[in-house]
C-alpha cells in the first residue's frame, strides 16, 4: 500500500513562505499526476496545484504567482513552495497522487498538514 507523508506545515505571518514536501513510501509507475488540495474549515476541498507525468503545471488562479509546485523523481518527492502567504490561505493541505492501473485510476491521499498564516 503506497503512502504518502506530508511536512512541511506550521504557523506563519501574512506575507512569510512555507515548503511542503509529500514523499512517496515506494516507487511508483504509471503516475497520471500528483498535486496538492487544501480544505478550509466549512470549504470544500480544493485543487491548490498538480504536476503531470509529463511535466505540466496546472494552478488555482488565487495561488498563481505564489506558489510554486516541484518533484524530485529521484526521493519519490513533491514540493510546494509557498510564497506571499495570506490569511486565506488557512487549511489543512492534502498531497494526493493519481495512479494508472488498466482501465482504472488510483487515487491517493496524504494525511494532511495544517498551514495557518496570522499575525
Known amino acids: 500500500q503506497v503512502q504518502l507523508v506530508e511536512s512541511g506545515g506550521g504557523l506563519v505571518q501574512p506575507g512569510g513562505s512555507l515548503r511542503l514536501s509529500c514523499a512517496a513510501s515506494?516507487?511508483?509507475?504509471?503516475?497520471?499526476?500528483r498535486g496538492w488540495h487544501r480544505q478550509a474549515p466549512g470549504k470544500q476541498r480544493e485543487l491548490v496545484a498538480a504536476?503531470?507525468?509529463?511535466?505540466?503545471?496546472i494552478y488555482a488562479d488565487s495561488v498563481k504567482g505564489r506558489f510554486t509546485i516541484s518533484r524530485d523523481n529521484a526521493k519519490n518527492t513533491v514540493y510546494l513552495q509557498m510564497n506571499n502567504l495570506e490569511p486565506e490561505d488557512t487549511a489543512v493541505y492534502y498531497c494526493?497522487?493519481?495512479?494508472?492501473?488498466?482501465?482504472?485510476?488510483?487515487?491517493?491521499w496524504g494525511q494532511g498538514t495544517q498551514v495557518t498564516v496570522s499575525s
Open positions: 494526493n497522487l493519481d495512479q494508472s492501473v488498466g482501465l482504472h485510476t488510483i487515487d491517493y
Open positions: 515506494e516507487n511508483i509507475f504509471s503516475i497520471i499526476r
Open positions: 504536476i503531470t507525468s509529463g511535466g505540466r503545471t
